[in-house]
């Protein structure tokens, strides 16, 4: 079992829809969780961080964590083509601390 | 500076040669990431340091590979005796506050290695 699991996609959706992004994670001690996007020839970007259960909201874009669960999520609402990219979910290691990624889910956002 | 520098940003070696990348974090930052990244692959955590020491080495391909940092600052990531599946992104991160409440990691623009 991998640490952090994304599905790979591509997850397509229309412009002016929500995207919904999913991420499970294995450490069931992990402290932080992040939400990074990448471009294709680029390098992963910061979206959002989140430690607490619930929601965490900024601007289009929304972080879920449900610790219980140990489940992570990103939605993006009102999507745009250039949310186009891959989205990357990270959780720390409780053991060392390391931030350990997701392979990404490819999203495209059709006009 | 305002923020992750790597050098160099495009390196083409020759097989069974060594090569050294460099990455500069941002000034103040403890920790410091190695990740690789091949074509249309996720990211692959190699090692991982705090301060000068690394808790997390784990992720080091195999003894060729190794790295160093010092005065908590700039780090060295050498390969020793390349080869072609070494071919890949060499990114580098660093971040403020250490674990376990890691603040974001900050990325470095890479190097692109190429084996020949």
């Known amino acids: 079992q991998k640490e952090v699991e994304q599905n790979s996609g591509p997850l397509s959706v229309p412009e002016g829809a929500i995207a919904s992004l999913n991420c499970t994670y294995s450490?069931?001690?992990?402290?932080?969780f992040f939400w990074y996007r990448q471009y294709s020839g680029k390098s992963p970007e910061l979206i959002m961080f989140?430690?607490?259960?619930g929601d965490k909201e900024d601007g289009r874009f929304t972080a879920q964590l449900n610790k219980a669960s140990q489940y992570v999520s990103l939605l993006i609402r009102d999507s745009q083509p250039s949310d186009s990219a891959t989205y990357l979910c990270?959780?720390?290691?409780?053991?060392?601390?390391?931030?350990?990624f997701g392979q990404g889910t490819t999203l495209q956002v059709k006009p | 500076g305002a923020g992750v520098s790597q050098s160099p940003s495009n390196k083409v070696t020759e097989k069974g040669k060594d090569v050294e990348l460099r990455c500069d974090p941002i000034?103040?930052?403890?920790?410091l990431y190695w990740y690789r990244q091949s074509l249309g692959q996720g990211l692959e955590f190699l090692i991982y340091?705090?301060?000068?020491?690394?808790?997390?080495k784990s992720g080091l391909p195999s003894d060729r590979f190794s790295a160093e940092r010092t005065g908590g600052s700039v780090s060295t990531l050498t390969i020793q005796r390349t080869q072609q599946e070494d071919s890949a992104v060499y990114l580098c991160?660093?971040?403020?506050?250490?674990?376990?409440?890691?603040?974001?990691?900050?990325f470095g623009n890479g190097t692109r290695l190429t084996v020949t």
């Open positions: 990270a959780g720390s290691s409780s053991n060392t601390g390391k931030l350990i």
């Open positions: 991160a660093s971040s403020l506050v250490p674990a376990p409440y890691n603040s974001p990691l900050h």
């Open positions: 450490d069931r001690g992990s402290q932080s």
């Open positions: 989140i430690y607490s259960n």
């Open positions: 000034s103040g930052h403890t920790a």
């Open positions: 340091f705090q301060g000068n020491s690394a808790p997390d």
